[in-house]
């Protein structure tokens, strides 16, 4: 399947992608993932990146397509892809459009996950996430919490808060959200690819996808 995940941070895309990716073996790409990468390797692109990314703002539009068209030309995508935290605003979903015209590659679905602003604020408040890059497993401090506080149950690492989930970057972030990112749901209304999902569980929003997608 080739899907773009649309939903504020915190609405569940990526936990949403990974069961996705089970199902017919699409890859997941989060930028927000490859930029955390890039900054804990000193690349440029994470010296550049990281500012922006602590603030709660977005990375220059031109960072993410460089980093994108790359991307989406990797072996992997062949069999299709689920983006996640990409696009997140206008220029960047024209260039989408353009490069995947290029590329001949047609998009299935944008499902736009809609959960409420409270929910997702205590969500990554409560949020921790295991420092090890090869692990990085999530825990939220009220409904998973670790077993030892602050260690990663699977791996013994620490899970921290990231900088970017202490409460006032959380609330930039949304309010970005609904400034930059939020008008991407009627460009793609626009084009006919925009399914709307209301749901805070994870199994709700995949079942309502697969049903879309007719699998
Ligand atoms: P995420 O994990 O998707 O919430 O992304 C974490 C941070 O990475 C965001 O707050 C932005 O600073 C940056 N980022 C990720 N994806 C993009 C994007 N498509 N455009 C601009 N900045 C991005």
New binding site residues.
Partial sequence: MKLILLGA??AG??TVAKLLTKLDGSVQI???????GAVRAKTDLGKE?EG??????????S??MGI?EHRLQEDDCKGGFLL??????IP?AEELTQLLTKLGIKLDMVANIDVPRDVIFDRLCTRRTCENPDCQAIYNTKSNPTKVEGICDACGSPAVQ?A?ETEE?IGH?LD?YNEKTAPLASFYEKQGLLETIVGTSSDIVVNAIKKKLGI
């Fill in positions: 941070p915190g895309k990526g989060s930028t927000g993932d490859i930029l955390r990146a922006y990314m602590n603030r709660g703002d977005l990375v220059p539009d960072l993410i994108m996640d935290g990409f696009p997140r605003t960047q990231r970017d970057a972030r970005t």
